[in-house]
């Protein structure tokens, strides 16, 4: 699947998404203590977009968590980054702690890997070991659905399961680009062993602060066509609702 998103290739609509029966009747998602919760985010922003409320849900908790950019997202904009001289790497580094800020983590435990930006997928194995120095048992992982549309995002989903299993840790799948190109009423996701995690006002609130820190991506790099947000306010909003959508991965073998 050819992967597309921007001002001209919005996706699903959120309209459609909220107006699904399948995505209202999904059973809620178990209390869960873990010893850690450990987020592998493929790029500096999609432990907020995918696993916000539930990070929120262990601080309450007092579960440390864990995250795991794997890239620092230093290729989202090459064109513009490479005329401007952005240093585009820190930038998206500095905005993922803002959002952890925000979300009332002041000093996250954050744990680079450094796996250049839209080549996961040529370091699959590295990754499966990176990730297995990180695991410990009785950790739950977050981790992109390893079907989710993005191929930095379904080969983090993929190792991931690898790496969980062989640390005896617990893996759930989040959905980050599958909003983008799902049919809300079709047989697109896996619907049977989708969960949902409800959250309050405030924390959807935090939440949507927390994806506002995220300013190269959701606002204007450069004056020209090759700065335009990649995630303009229509594909944002996937992300600005008061629940989260996880996959169990107990039975995938």
């Given at each position: 699947m050819e992967f597309v998103a921007n001002e001209d290739h919005l996706g699903t609509p959120e309209s459609a998404w909220a107006a699904s029966d399948r995505l209202k009747d999904l059973p809620p998602l178990p209390e869960i203590r873990p010893r850690r919760l450990v987020v592998v985010a493929p790029h500096p922003d999609d432990e907020i977009f995918g696993a916000a409320g539930l990070v929120q849900a262990m601080y309450a908790n007092h579960v440390e968590?864990?995250?795991?950019?794997?890239?620092?997202?230093?290729?989202?904009?090459?064109?513009?980054?490479a005329r401007q001289g952005i240093d585009l790497r820190g930038m998206r580094r500095a905005e993922s702690s803002?959002?952890?800020d925000r979300l009332g983590s002041h000093s996250p435990v954050v744990t680079r890997l450094g796996i250049p930006d839209g080549h996961v997928a040529q370091h699959i194995d590295d990754l499966m070991g990176m990730l297995?120095?990180?695991?410990?048992?009785?950790?739950?992982c977050v981790a992109p659905w390893w079907r989710d549309g993005h191929p930095d995002h379904d080969a983090c989903g993929e190792a991931s399961l690898v790496a969980t299993k062989s640390a005896g840790a617990r893996m759930l799948g989040y959905f980050v680009w599958a909003w983008h190109w799902a049919d809300p009423n079709g047989s697109d996701l896996p619907w049977d062993d989708c969960r949902r995690l409800n959250f309050t006002r405030r924390e959807a609130a935090r939440?949507?602060?927390?994806?506002?820190?995220?300013?190269?991506q959701?606002?204007?790099?450069?004056?020209?066509?090759?700065?335009?947000?990649?995630?303009?306010?229509?594909?944002?909003?996937?992300?600005?609702r008061s629940y989260?959508?996880?996959?169990?991965?107990?039975?995938?073998g």
């Open positions: 968590v864990v995250v795991v950019p794997v890239t620092d997202g230093e290729a989202s904009h090459p064109l513009t980054v803002l959002a952890l297995g120095d990180v695991l410990l048992p009785d950790d739950l939440k949507r602060w927390a994806t506002a820190a995220f300013r190269t959701t606002r204007p790099l450069g004056a020209d066509r090759d700065g335009a947000p990649l995630l303009p306010a229509p594909l944002l909003r996937r992300f600005w989260e959508v996880f996959v169990d991965a107990s039975g995938v």
